[in-house]
């Protein structure tokens, strides 16, 4: 029997999609080349595994035993983001602890853990305490995790905290990103964030390999720059979702079904997409600008509020009574949809985007140009790259935009710059293609990664 087939990986995801995504999609790459996945998830956000029989589930359990989960508690609700995750790493450090051992001990032959990036450092004393080697998978891009990387230098430069007099001014050491692009957030807790950050680049630097969702083409510079700071064995083998193993048909349910009718009736390139991913929340005066912008766009539109996205709203009441009836079907209100789907779909002509970095990469493979309005940490890294960089976006800045630009902007995708930033998209597009031909960097590299961890002692 293949030594790998007995030989099983471990992987621990953090409990959003933005990170869970990329890691069912590595895991898919990782069973296609014969292992055996066990996934371990938290018991908040937890999927169900009957929409993945080909991996085995376990679900750890929260620390207060018996009691309610802290995380659904009314507290928790009213955190922010950094907050937040410090009570996730709280809440399962132990227990995930236990959830390893148990696994380890269960007598099957382990390969390897794969760990999400921010929990790295909570899973180095685990691993090594059962003897089980640790790679890491960063979900973000690698410019971002350079800047991350730095925070101590930009703090000593004092980039950080940033003034607000410094914004427009380019970080030297950085280009092309200017301060008001470094990847921070607000928060009541900036020394818990440095933490988060620290404990994140410390617990990749010390693992035996990071796995990377993006593609040498994509990022070759800040690849050389993240190679000439770090010994750390890295593997670029993104888009994971292109992957041939990742390319299964869709499940679709009703509500798919419905917006793939209403796409299907618009004209090809014509309508705008709209989503903010799965974690960032808006003010609601802001959705209503952006609402009354895309109306007098009258560009046709798709835009995914989801529940939780405007603040102290449960979904579109903040609308004015019969803006909806108004808009009629020359637009549509989803709370979530199939993106990959969507993105794919003929009838797609821009992306509005907060540039999570699975939005950036998964926009790039379509060929899609992106209005790049990011919220927090990577995403102004990764929209600073998508308009400078690569070419194949705009700049549609939170803090700044008014009813009156996103109505200008949306208009200008398609006349003004659209053609250029087109013919950028689809250069780019075909580079991800590229890389994953067979013998493309990114098919090379998973070769290497797959040869890599069969090489740790079982
Ligand atoms: C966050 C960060 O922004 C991101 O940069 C980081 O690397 C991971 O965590 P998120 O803000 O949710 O993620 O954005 P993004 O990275 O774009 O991930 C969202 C995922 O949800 C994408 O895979 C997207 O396809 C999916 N999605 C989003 C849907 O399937 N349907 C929707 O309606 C909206």
């Given at each position: 029997m293949d030594e790998r087939k007995v030989r099983k990986i471990i992987m621990f995801p953090l409990p959003f999609p933005g990170h869970f995504n990329p890691m069912i999609q590595l895991a898919r790459i990782f069973h296609h080349r014969g292992f055996p996945v066990t996934i371990l998830h938290t018991s908040f956000n937890s999927p169900n595994?009957?929409?993945?029989?080909?991996?085995?589930?376990?679900?750890?359990?929260?620390?207060?035993?018996?009691?309610?989960?802290?995380?659904?508690?009314?507290?928790?609700?009213?955190?922010?983001?950094?907050?937040?995750?410090?009570?996730?790493?709280q809440t399962y450090a132990e227990t995930f602890r236990q959830s390893l051992a148990a696994e380890v001990g269960g007598g099957e032959t382990m390969c390897c853990l794969v760990s999400d990036a921010v929990w790295a450092r909570n899973t180095e004393v685990a691993a090594e305490k059962v003897g089980v080697r640790r790679v890491v998978l960063i979900t973000s891009g690698v410019a971002s995790f350079c800047a991350f990387a730095?925070?101590?230098?930009?703090?000593?430069?004092?980039?950080?905290?940033?003034?607000?007099?410094?914004?427009?001014?380019?970080?030297?050491?950085?280009?092309?990103?200017?301060?008001?692009?470094?990847?921070?957030?607000?928060?009541?807790?900036p020394e818990e964030l440095y933490r988060v950050v620290n404990d994140m680049v410390k617990g990749a630097e010390s693992s035996s390999g990071l796995i990377w969702n993006t593609f040498e083409d994509l990022e070759r510079l800040s690849?050389?720059?993240?190679?000439?700071?770090?010994?750390v064995p890295i593997f670029p083998i993104g888009p994971f979702h292109k992957h041939s193993e990742n390319l299964l048909p869709m499940i679709k349910n009703k509500e798919d079904h419905v917006t793939t009718d209403w796409l299907n009736k618009q004209d090809p390139k014509s309508v705008v997409y709209v989503s903010f991913g799965s974690l960032a929340n808006i003010e609601e005066k802001e959705f209503l600008e952006i609402a009354w912008g895309l109306r007098n766009s009258e560009r046709p539109f798709l835009w995914v509020v989801r529940p939780g996205l405007v603040r102290g709203t449960e979904w579109l009441e903040a609308l004015p009574s019969g803006f909806v009836e108004n808009i009629g079907q020359k637009g549509k209100f989803v709370k979530w949809v199939n993106q990959l789907e969507v993105l794919?779909?003929?009838?797609?002509?821009?992306?509005?985007?907060?540039?999570?970095?699975?939005?950036?990469?998964?926009?790039?493979?379509?060929?899609?140009?992106?209005?790049?309005?990011?919220?927090?940490?990577?995403?102004?890294?990764?929209?600073?790259?998508?308009?400078?960089?690569?070419?194949?976006?705009?700049?549609?800045?939170?803090?700044?935009?008014?009813?009156?630009?996103?109505e200008k902007v949306l208009r200008s995708v398609v006349i003004k710059e659209g053609d250029l930033i087109r013919e950028m998209c689809?250069?780019?597009?075909?580079?991800?293609?590229?890389?994953?031909?067979?013998?493309?960097?990114?098919?090379?590299?998973?070769?290497?990664?797959?040869?890599?961890?069969?090489?740790?002692?079982?």
């Open positions: 595994p009957s929409h993945y029989p080909l991996f085995a589930f376990r679900t750890i359990p929260h620390n207060n035993e018996g009691g309610e989960d802290p995380l659904t508690q009314p507290e928790a609700s009213s955190m922010d983001l950094v907050a937040f995750i410090r009570l996730l790493r730095a925070f101590p230098l930009l703090r000593d430069k004092h980039y950080l905290p940033i003034q607000d007099s410094r914004l427009d001014e380019l970080v030297t050491e950085f280009p092309p990103l200017k301060v008001k692009d470094l990847p921070v957030m607000e928060t009541n807790e690849l050389m720059d993240f190679r000439s700071k770090f010994q794919a779909h003929s009838a797609v002509g821009a992306f509005w985007t907060h540039c999570g970095w699975n939005s950036t990469l998964e926009s790039i493979c379509e060929g899609v140009p992106m209005i790049c309005t990011p919220c927090f940490t990577d995403q102004f890294v990764n929209a600073r790259y998508i308009v400078d960089v690569w070419r194949i976006g705009i700049e549609l800045e939170r803090t700044t935009m008014d009813r009156k630009e996103i689809l250069k780019l597009k075909e580079r991800a293609t590229v890389c994953l031909s067979i013998d493309g960097s990114s098919s090379i590299y998973l070769d290497t990664l797959v040869n890599h961890v069969l090489s740790f002692d079982p």
